[in-house]
């Protein structure tokens, strides 16, 4: 009965690969965000999804592309992915006029 | 840009001490929230406060705001090894931005 889910949890991957992780919640929520954690631990939004639109998208490379196929499912690709990439990929929800946010276990990703 | 920063970015204490961790931001907000990461998993949400509000609890949990001074605190009281984590603030101005954290460790 998890709540967020992503999969997968570990990627390891050479650079100018693509990648792609998924992510599904159970919750109900009709908003969906990913975020990355570096190695500092510093956590830092990437893109938000509400009801499949795209509302917010921080200065990312546009490498990274979100997809949301319904509101339980936010997916993130990565083109030609660099040693920079390398990091914890996060997704989380929240139901539209609620603050709280529920996070996944995160993706641990590795590029070489 | 970062919004919140943590103070002290470590902090180690024996259990049954009292822990304080602060966070300082810069503009205005909307509410701030407290979140816990243990080590290898994802962030769960502690505690909210709203900008209109100076101090919420919810179990060992007490958090003060001062909109004036534009800070926050966390305090965990009578603290276990079971507390021993990484705690961030996040800002809530359409979206939330978090500091780096205080990695919390308690020891037995």
């Known amino acids: 009965d998890t709540a967020v889910s992503q999969t997968p949890k570990y990627l390891v991957t050479q650079m100018g690969n693509d990648k792609s992780i998924k992510c599904e919640q159970n919750?109900?929520?009709?908003?969906m965000y990913w975020y990355k954690q570096d190695s500092k631990k510093f956590l830092k939004i990437m893109f938000s999804?509400?009801?499949?639109?795209?509302?917010i998208n921080e200065t990312v490379p546009n490498r990274f592309s979100p997809k949301s196929p319904d509101k339980a499912h936010l997916n993130l690709h990565i083109n030609s992915l660099e040693l920079g990439d390398s990091a914890v990929y996060f997704c989380?929800?929240?139901?539209?006029?609620?603050?709280?946010?529920?996070f996944g276990p995160g993706t641990r990703l590795l590029v070489l | 840009s970062q919004q919140g920063e943590e103070d002290p970015q470590a902090l180690s204490i024996q259990e049954g001490e009292n822990a304080t961790m602060n966070c300082s931001y810069k503009?205005?907000?909307?509410?701030l929230q407290w979140y816990r990461q243990n080590s290898g998993r994802g962030l769960v949400h502690l505690i909210l406060?709203?900008?209109?509000?100076r101090e919420k609890h919810s179990g060992r949990l007490r958090v003060t705001l001062d909109t004036s001074k534009k800070s926050s605190s966390l305090l965990i009281t009578a603290s276990r090894a079971a507390d021993t984590a990484s705690y961030f603030c996040?800002?809530?101005?359409?979206?939330?931005?978090f500091g780096q954290g205080t990695r919390l460790t308690i020891n037995p």
């Open positions: 989380a929800s929240s139901s539209s006029g609620r603050e709280t946010q529920y």
């Open positions: 919750l109900g929520h009709d908003t």
């Open positions: 999804y509400n009801n499949k639109e795209l509302i």
């Open positions: 503009t205005s907000i909307n509410n």
């Open positions: 406060i709203r900008s209109n509000e």
């Open positions: 996040a800002t809530d101005t359409q979206k939330l931005v």
